[in-house]
């Protein structure tokens, strides 16, 4: 079975430019979720999906980051425009029940 | 407002001895508890779980112990391996609420 891709895995980008991010989840497992993982810190949850519909986004910082699950199946992550304290690794991740199984996560450098 | 805490960034353990690694929790409507395991460029893999309603729940090498009096949660590996080297989150959460995660320890198996 495959697991959950992302992509890219790596980007590099300056300060007020826009980046997206994307995952395709386990295929069948309704739930995705995108986290923050700041170095030295967990994951932090920015949003969750049931599939197309936004179950907690409590913790996204609407003012630059959006995100969307259209169909249900693929999500993007989006930050426009970047800031600093941005650079951390994204990881999506998806389940079916209390489990959650993680992509390789996206590490940003923001400049 | 930490809800998950690992208080020890790091620990090393010789090859074949046991590691010990803790987790104390602040919220008492904490009702399922996870221990995530994560290798470098690699995204968190699930290793063990257990539910309130437990006190002990094992799994090969890896037991994980509950102590709800105390907040408190340990995860166990014997006899512990030098692939065993890995960073190590813990998390829980609420039947309702979100996973929170701790910000990990790092754990180093010396051959």
């Known amino acids: 079975e495959a697991g959950v891709a992302q992509s890219p895995r790596y980007k590099i980008i300056e300060k007020r430019q826009s980046v997206a991010f994307w995952c395709n989840p386990i295929?069948?497992?309704?739930?995705l979720y995108w986290y923050q993982q700041i170095l030295g810190q967990g994951p932090k949850l920015l949003i969750q999906f049931q599939n197309n519909g936004v179950v907690d986004d409590s913790q996204l910082p609407k003012d630059r980051f959006s995100a969307e699950r259209l169909k249900g199946v693929d999500s993007t992550l989006k930050i426009q425009p970047a800031k600093l304290e941005d650079s951390a690794v994204y990881l999506c991740?998806?389940?079916?029940?209390?489990?959650?199984?993680f992509g390789p996560g996206t590490r940003l450098l923001v400049l | 407002d930490q809800q998950v805490k690992q208080n020890s960034p790091s620990l090393s353990v010789q090859e074949g001895r046991i590691s010990i690694l803790n987790c104390d929790y602040t919220n008492s409507m904490f009702d399922y508890f996870l221990w995530y395991k994560k290798y470098p460029a690699e995204g968190p893999t699930f290793l063990i779980s257990?539910?309130?309603?437990?006190d002990k729940n094992e799994d090969g090498r890896f037991t994980v112990f509950l102590n709800k009096s105390a907040k408190h949660l340990s995860l166990h590996i014997v006899p512990s391996q030098p692939g065993d080297s890995a960073v190590y989150f813990c998390?829980?959460?609420?039947?309702?609420?979100?996973?929170?995660f701790g910000p990990g320890t790092s754990l180093s198996v010396i051959p």
């Open positions: 991740a998806s389940s079916t029940g209390e489990t959650q199984y």
């Open positions: 998390a829980a959460k609420t039947s309702y609420d979100k996973v929170i």
């Open positions: 257990i539910s309130s309603i437990k």
């Open positions: 295929s069948g497992h309704a739930t």
